[in-house]
């Protein structure tokens, strides 16, 4: 076991799973760790290390395919006797086990809920078979940027929603926004640094450390990234959700959308990648106009997706590249095919043309208004608490000072089969000063908020002291 | 202009446009080329370092985007004044110029082609009616891999017409081949080194180099990728495609499989990926069953694609891993949604659940098995030439002995504005050894064939001495 005690690294870019994986391999491979020996058991590793189970499970689950670890049941994990670098099992590997069914908890304030009860069905429908029979040129390979009349359409939704300043050459239509970063991390050089928002989607961060490319977290405050540490930072791309932080639920003021302007505008190697989910849902005032239109250099590339606006699986979003990186995109990917099907970029595009779009958005834009009124209103009741980030987007924060979130996330599933999630969840270099919940909206309808508000209440109006000394 | 007298590596993996423009940049930079200072015209350069307007055209694309050199008209292109390391412009950059309209040649060998006459619209429409109008739960996320069902589908019909061995379990989903080999490429350790076929794919090159990983051009001879090459060339991921090398036509034979596979089995840290486009079309003999499903240590990984079979714009590949790179996939990319619209996923679930899968590829194989009797007949009347790689998929090559491709598909743009692809465009580190036309036949209808078979004879026909030396 004293082999094991090392600390993981949680600030770092390699993920913790990977960082126990290579412990091991590095030991095994240098004899540290002998043929047939026993290692400790998942759950032993996890207490020692201090990390999750899940975390010591995936290094495991990835020590057993590979070879390293032979897993029997009842005797645990053992180093395997034949050395994948001397003599490859002659044995079929196992497949990995599948990961543990997630636990049956109900999510109802779920932060990636869309509300499909008003998908326009009907509208899809008729679109869709009409894209089918009328046009037989869209079963042939169309443009790699998505085809010019969606991108045209598009263009002109976004100037007037998002005051974009773009032209249709600008924009490329991709399979989800994760595709698309996954593009954007190609066309920037790789020397380049990522400042990613620190708390923040843990995607945007697996998506970095995926390509072996370099990030840094800095903190998020009550504006949005904290400027003079990113300055600070080294780092030449910062990765920002100006339009409703997530999971801050901040809206960047003018004044510090500009701050982060001049930082860009000040060395020729820096970007802002600027996320813009959940713009098209505003609640107190008029929607902010995207970075992207202040920008008159050329450094802002604009991210957006109709998987929240329209439905989950509707894998279309789009991204819009400055002058110089369209060169870049040019000439590196050319040969690509687009990668959303010709059928759905021509619904859509008739979708947005015909005006069925915004209309979509103010009917749910209206519903979604409602089930906010909702929560603020059962919130409202829990004493010592306060909420932020509501003023758009589709979840909100509920702060709850001394309170501690894990016990809390802990008791909802156990008491009441409820998923809950703290703040601390997407924190990366430090703990969150005050607790928290995230929670979500979209997806809150009256029949969910009857069977799991009175929960969410009696859990939070419960003393300090009460609860979380247990 | 001494100072542009560097030699071009052509064998390496940085293309030639990126290299061009590195210089330029280190010449700025280092102030060997002043401010206001005129370089060469693309004409010039073009000539001078004996490479392609194109990639040319592409290189000062980049540096005029980036701000290094200015374009103005009729004076050609300068050093920019405003460095961009010290004072960035203040005016908006302006956008790439698009590239040069490609010149409206008649393309009826194109290899890429997919005969859509046949397509089955009305079940398709059906299909994609019931999909929209049916579950409203496809209208949620779905599952990273794919949805259950088609993996389950797909996996069955796999392991019949193609000899494959998985469980769903393996199979990944996703928005077309290049989506998911560059998710494959993110589940290889970055010290990988890549071995692709030459000649081969432009499109695996440059997917390859988009992610900074390092690459080896291994020779093909008449059964597949060369193994004593490959074993020397210090690669660990090979890249091939049995079924049908793209562009020799080559199937490879079941010992040059298990001659890879050992290579594969040989050290733990290799892999094989067979790309098994066009594995759907053979008319000689029995289809030759995937070489994944040879492979008994988890060291294949198994691509193919819906495009070709159905048609180019059906964004929907699919991917089989072996155990140890599922578990590296689950560890990576669990976060990711599928990149295929649900509704989508549906309809060729039941495309292939029903049973019209394969009545389509019965369709459509007959077809192009006429197509290529047709293309056979026709290129048997010109003398001197032989005609290999029939035996399956969608294309051949015409071998010219003793002609010059360049002058050969120069001539068909010029006189009969006929595209033609000589073998050479598809080779990296030697040109090919004889001359060779590359045709596809997927596209050619008996109209296409008329107006432009007889111009193909007519410029094949031709004496070597009366036309190459023109």
Same mark, same amino acid.
């Given at each position: 076991?004293?082999?094991?005690?090392?600390?993981?690294?949680?600030?770092?870019?390699?993920?913790?799973?990977?960082?126990?994986?290579?412990?091991?391999?590095?030991?095994?491979?240098?004899?540290?760790?002998?043929?047939? $020996?026993?290692?400790? &058991?998942?759950?032993?590793?996890?207490? /020692?290390?201090? *990390? +999750?189970? +899940?975390?010591?499970?995936?290094?495991?689950?990835?020590?057993?395919?590979?070879?390293?670890?032979?897993?029997?049941?009842?005797?645990?994990?053992?180093?395997?006797?034949?050395?994948?670098?001397?003599?490859?099992?002659?044995?079929?590997?196992?497949?990995?086990?599948?990961?543990?069914?997630?636990?049956?908890?109900?999510?109802?304030?779920?932060?990636?809920? *869309?509300? %499909?009860?008003?998908?326009?069905?009907?509208?899809?429908?008729?679109?869709?078979?009409?894209? =089918?029979? @009328?046009?037989?040129?869209?079963?042939?390979?169309?443009?790699? @940027?998505?085809?010019?009349?969606?991108?045209?359409?598009?263009? !002109?939704?976004?100037?007037?929603?998002?005051? =974009? =300043?773009? &032209?249709?050459?600008?924009?490329?239509?991709?399979?989800?926004?994760?595709?698309?970063?996954?593009?954007?991390?190609?066309?920037?050089?790789?020397?380049?640094?990522? #400042?990613?928002?620190?708390?923040?989607?843990?995607?945007?961060?697996?998506?970095?450390?995926?390509?072996?490319?370099?990030? *840094?977290?800095?903190?998020?405050?009550?504006?949005?990234?904290?400027?003079?540490?990113?300055?600070?930072?080294?780092?030449?791309?910062?990765? =920002?959700?100006?339009? /409703?932080?997530?999971?801050?639920?901040?809206?960047?003021?003018?004044?510090?959308?500009?701050?982060?302007?001049?930082?860009?505008?000040?060395?020729?190697?820096?970007?802002?990648?600027?996320?813009?989910?959940?713009? $098209?849902?505003?609640? %107190?005032?008029?929607?902010?106009?995207?970075?992207?239109?202040?920008?008159?250099?050329?450094?802002?590339?604009?991210?957006?997706?109709?998987?929240? +606006?329209?439905?989950?699986?509707?894998?279309?979003?789009?991204?819009?590249?400055?002058?110089?990186?369209? #060169?870049?995109?040019?000439?590196?990917?050319?040969?690509?095919?687009?990668?959303?099907?010709?059928?759905?970029?021509?619904?859509?595009?008739?979708?947005?043309?015909?005006?069925?779009? #915004?209309? !979509?958005?103010?009917?749910?834009?209206?519903?979604?208004?409602?089930?906010?009124?909702?929560?603020? $209103?059962?919130?409202?009741?829990?004493? !010592?608490?306060?909420?932020?980030? &509501? $003023?758009?987007?589709? /979840?909100?924060?509920? !702060?709850?000072?001394?309170?501690?979130?894990?016990?809390?996330?802990?008791?909802?599933?156990?008491?009441?089969?409820?998923?809950?999630?703290?703040?601390?969840?997407?924190?990366?270099?430090?703990?969150?000063?005050?607790?928290?919940?995230?929670?979500?909206?979209?997806?809150?309808?009256?029949?969910?908020?009857? #069977?799991?508000?009175?929960?969410?209440?009696?859990?939070?109006?419960?003393?300090?002291?009460?609860?979380?000394? +247990?």
């Amino acid at each position: 076991m004293a082999d094991f005690l090392f600390v993981p690294d949680s600030a770092g870019d390699t993920p913790l799973y990977e960082q126990i994986y290579r412990r091991f391999v590095s030991e095994i491979q240098s004899g540290s760790l002998a043929a047939g $020996e026993k290692v400790p &058991s998942k759950r032993r590793l996890c207490a /020692h290390l201090g *990390v +999750s189970m +899940s975390t010591v499970e995936t290094a495991y689950s990835l020590l057993v395919a590979e070879g390293y670890l032979d897993s029997r049941p009842r005797s645990g994990y053992r180093v395997s006797p034949l050395l994948p670098l001397e003599a490859p099992a002659a044995e079929a590997p196992a497949l990995p086990v599948s990961p543990p069914p997630a636990p049956p908890l109900a999510d109802p304030f779920s932060t990636g809920a *869309v509300d %499909t009860s008003v998908f326009p069905y009907s509208s899809w429908a008729r679109l869709t078979r009409d894209a =089918v029979y @009328q046009n037989p040129d869209l079963l042939q390979r169309g443009d790699p @940027q998505g085809d010019r009349e969606l991108r045209q359409v598009l263009c !002109h939704f976004l100037r007037e929603y998002r005051g =974009v =300043v773009c &032209s249709p050459e600008q924009l490329v239509i991709g399979a989800g926004m994760e595709y698309l970063l996954d593009l954007v991390l190609q066309l920037l050089p790789r020397e380049a640094v990522y #400042a990613l928002e620190d708390p923040g989607y843990r995607s945007t961060y697996r998506a970095v450390a995926n390509q072996g490319l370099r990030v *840094v977290p800095i903190p998020v405050d009550d504006q949005g990234m904290d400027c003079a540490t990113l300055e600070a930072s080294g780092a030449t791309v910062a990765y =920002v959700t100006p339009s /409703h932080q997530f999971p801050l639920g901040v809206t960047m003021p003018a004044g510090r959308r500009t701050q982060l302007l001049r930082w860009a505008y000040a060395r020729p190697d820096r970007y802002l990648i600027e996320d813009d989910y959940d713009s $098209e849902f505003r609640y %107190t005032s008029r929607p902010i106009p995207a970075m992207q239109g202040l920008d008159r250099r050329g450094r802002v590339v604009y991210v957006g997706t109709f998987s929240r +606006s329209i439905a989950p699986s509707i894998r279309v979003a789009y991204l819009i590249l400055p002058p110089a990186l369209l #060169a870049r995109y040019r000439a590196q990917f050319s040969y690509a095919a687009s990668t959303v099907s010709r059928f759905e970029q021509q619904v859509l595009c008739r979708f947005i043309g015909d005006g069925l779009y #915004a209309r !979509h958005l103010r009917r749910v834009g209206g519903l979604y208004r409602a089930r906010r009124g909702q929560l603020l $209103e059962l919130l409202s009741a829990i004493p !010592h608490s306060a909420v932020t980030g &509501s $003023e758009a987007g589709l /979840h909100l924060l509920l !702060h709850l000072p001394g309170r501690d979130e894990g016990t809390l996330c802990a008791r909802a599933a156990a008491e009441f089969g409820l998923k809950l999630r703290g703040l601390g969840e997407f924190c990366r270099a430090a703990p969150p000063r005050q607790a928290a919940l995230v929670l979500g909206f979209a997806g809150l309808d009256r029949e969910r908020l009857e #069977a799991y508000g009175p929960a969410l209440l009696s859990l939070c109006r419960q003393e300090p002291s009460a609860l979380d000394k +247990s």
